[in-house]
């Protein structure tokens, strides 16, 4: 028995999970080394058919040369999209980062071989809390909706329009600097008030030896402002998953 499979569909079908896995390939935490490469394929590979249907009609070229071409630029527009939608999702790791910066934990970073970069203790920490937050809201349900929309806004075979990529990327920057200031600025403030107060009461009182206090009082004092922060950070994953959606359809040419 001969089995037939019809060449353009199947290449329409290739190239997608090409843009599909460069996506996959940038966006914690589906970039982690944690995630094996074969997970990754077959996963690119599933939502690849799912967007089966919105490709039926893609104009995609046979020939050797223009289907490299293709590859290549779905490959860029997958790159592109994750790059910016994994910006996003690092403003909450970065806030944690600056909690580090001035709670003194930042002396305790190390190399993470999972995700390949250097981190710190609290900027990892909101990194996994984010992550959680993401998937028991269901939102990487509605980023990933978002990614296979772009099939239909930029079919395959079509050129991306790259006018409006630099407002998008410079938004994303915006938004990654604001989001992880906010959420930290406030724990920051607390943090240097204390060793404003330290310092004085070194000054005041050196007998009472205030530097064998600050340290145990500043991790202290960091973990219970690291605690009464969760209440927040919902309310952020929610709104990054939100700008993450924007920003891909932007980039597909959908506003």
């Known amino acids: 028995m001969d089995l037939m499979i019809a060449g353009q569909p199947a290449l329409a079908l290739l190239l997608a999970s090409v843009r599909?896995?460069?996506?996959?390939?940038?966006?914690?935490?589906?970039?982690?080394?944690?995630?094996?490469?074969?997970?990754?394929?077959?996963?690119?590979?599933?939502l690849a058919i799912a967007v089966a249907p919105a490709m039926a009609q893609s104009p995609v070229p046979v020939d050797t040369w223009g289907f490299i071409v293709?590859?290549?630029?779905?490959?860029?527009i997958g790159l592109g999209m994750g790059f910016v939608t994994s910006l996003l999702f690092a403003a909450i790791a970065a806030a944690g980062s600056l909690i580090d910066l001035f709670g003194g934990f930042s002396l305790a970073q190390g190399y993470d071989p999972l995700g390949m970069n250097m981190t710190t203790v609290m900027g990892k920490f909101h990194?996994?809390?984010?992550?959680?937050?993401?998937?028991?809201?269901?939102?990487?349900?509605?980023?990933?909706?978002?990614?296979?929309?772009t099939f239909e806004l930029l079919p395959i075979g079509e050129s991306p329009e790259i006018t409006g990529a630099y407002e998008v990327l410079v938004r994303a920057f915006g938004v990654f600097f604001v989001t992880a200031v906010q959420v930290a600025l406030p724990m920051v403030a607390v943090l240097f008030l204390a060793d404003l107060g330290l310092a004085l009461m070194?000054?005041?009182?050196?007998?009472?030896?205030?530097?064998?206090?600050?340290?145990?009082?500043?991790?202290?004092?960091?973990?219970?402002?690291?605690?009464?922060?969760?209440?927040?950070?919902?309310?952020?994953?929610?709104?990054?998953?939100?700008?993450?959606?924007e920003a891909t359809a932007a980039l597909a040419g959908g506003g």
């Open 70 to 76: 293709t590859a290549v630029t779905q490959a860029g």
């Open 202 to 245: 070194t000054k005041v009182a050196p007998q009472l030896n205030a530097i064998n206090v600050m340290f145990p009082a500043k991790i202290g004092l960091t973990l219970l402002l690291v605690g009464l922060s969760f209440p927040v950070l919902p309310g952020v994953v929610d709104s990054l998953v939100e700008l993450a959606m």
């Open 127 to 149: 990194q996994m809390i984010a992550t959680v937050l993401l998937f028991v809201s269901g939102g990487h349900l509605l980023v990933v909706g978002g990614l296979l929309r």
């Open 20 to 46: 599909l896995i460069a996506w996959l390939a940038v966006v914690p935490p589906f970039s982690s080394r944690a995630v094996p490469i074969g997970a990754k394929v077959v996963l690119s590979l599933g």
